[in-house]
């Protein structure tokens, strides 16, 4: 490997540092400049010379340099670049308040209203949390693209076997009760593509729906996907194609590769490479803008376990947003399916996603649903009123059944609750059993499989059980 020569001349006094910077710039070793005669004019080598192996990075904006200053006292060093920046607060005609230069890798940020970007830059930007649980990712990029939001009241889709129905307040599904998705109720409907809540109108349901024979139900913008998606960020090789059910799993659910949760609803996959992510992380943004780290851009970052999440504290291989100001970051599970608020029959009120400890909460924090005490600085969702709190993960459990559930622990994982992708229900026959089965949570105590002698968790805690009985 090649020695790199640094060459090094005149001082430079700058507001970054408190010794005077001698600008170096970096040559390969035994570079010669020939003159016109052809003759070397580098013979020999004065002192102002010495070997280095690398420039390092920037002590403002962190990036590689190669051409710079240094302090020769203790070797700070900043690229040419920011050399030239020769005051911490400027003006600056693309901004109403004054700039203040920042040691990272933008440019500037504003002092007055500590943003690093301009809004009319971003007009689509997407800002989180999400402000309830009716509200998605896909949501938004739907009503982003352009083009009529629906089909006609009458829909045949590749997606499902029988037309579906364009319901709404004024549609007649015979004596069959529709009821939306409502916590407080305890009644939930949760659509088949993105298997995010119904809360509103209208939406697809199956022409079969009345008569009980089939519960299929998609959001309005579920139904209007593109049939593939070219050049995938995590996947770039191959298409990826809308896939409402992946044939090679078990009752369909995938390990979806962005978000590392469990999803039994629709796909965009390749079936070459056995590679899936759900519809929602099928169009994450390359960046968005986050209540809990006003001001600033988050980046979409590629998957690193060498920083934790800011909202579970989690060292996952997760794909995340990252400020690249002050390097704040959120995986992107806890980014964009953690809503603002969130509903739930134990409090009467809405609870709100809290980033710190409640204001003037004196007693130990212990959530509602599975009765555990928890720690404050990992995101939790509180009602002021009632000052009563839950875990990110427990809050949208609102069957009577898993929240008796949660009390047994089995949904361990952090932040965001770890079967939020799955809609459990439906019913399967087998050979050897009269009843049919439905896919159901399981928990530990539900012991081993009949027939196999194994436990019932192929999918960690997922389980079929009889509906007539307590076969397993």
Known sequence: MDSITVVKDQLLPHFSHEHPLSLVYLQQPNHKNQNSDGEDENEEQDDSVEEVRHGGKCGMCREQIWYFYRCDVCFYKIDSICATVSEQKIKHPSHPHQLERMFGHIASICVACGQNYREDEHPNL?????????????????????????????????????????????????????????????????????????????????????????SFVLHEWCANLSSQIQHYFDHPEHPLVLLPKIPSKFFGVFHCKVCNLQSNGFAFG???????????????????????????LLLKVKPSTGRPCKACHFWGNYWGFE????????????ALLLSREIKHKLD?????????????????????????????WFWFYHCNTCAQSMHTNCAPLILQSQCEQATYGCYYERGVYYYLNMKFGGKIEIKDHPHPLSFVPGIHSDGFCIDSALWVQPYCNLNISCVSSQFT
């Open 126 to 214: 997407l800002h989180c949390p999400l402000q309830d649980e009716g509200d998605s990712l896909l949501k938004h990029h739907v009503s982003n693209q352009t083009g009529k939001q629906h089909d006609g009241e009458i829909l045949s889709h590749s997606c499902h076997q029988h037309p579906l129905i364009l319901y709404d307040n004024h549609t007649s599904v015979g004596k069959k009760l529709v009821s939306l998705h409502d916590p407080m109720k305890r009644v939930q409907l949760l659509c088949d593509g993105c298997v995010k809540p119904i809360m509103a109108v209208p939406f697809y349901m199956c022409c079969k729906y009345a008569d009980e024979q089939c």
């Open 270 to 296: 390749c079936t070459e490479c056995d590679y899936y992510v759900d519809i929602n992380c099928a169009f994450i943004p390359n960046e968005i803008k986050h209540e809990a780290h006003p001001g600033h």
């Open 323 to 334: 400020c690249p100001t002050c390097h704040f970051y959120i995986d992107v599970k806890c």
């Open 348 to 376: 009467k009120h809405p609870l709100m996603l809290r980033y710190e400890p409640a204001e003037n909460h004196i007693e130990e924090y212990f959530c509602e649903v599975c009765e555990d005490e928890f720690n404050p």
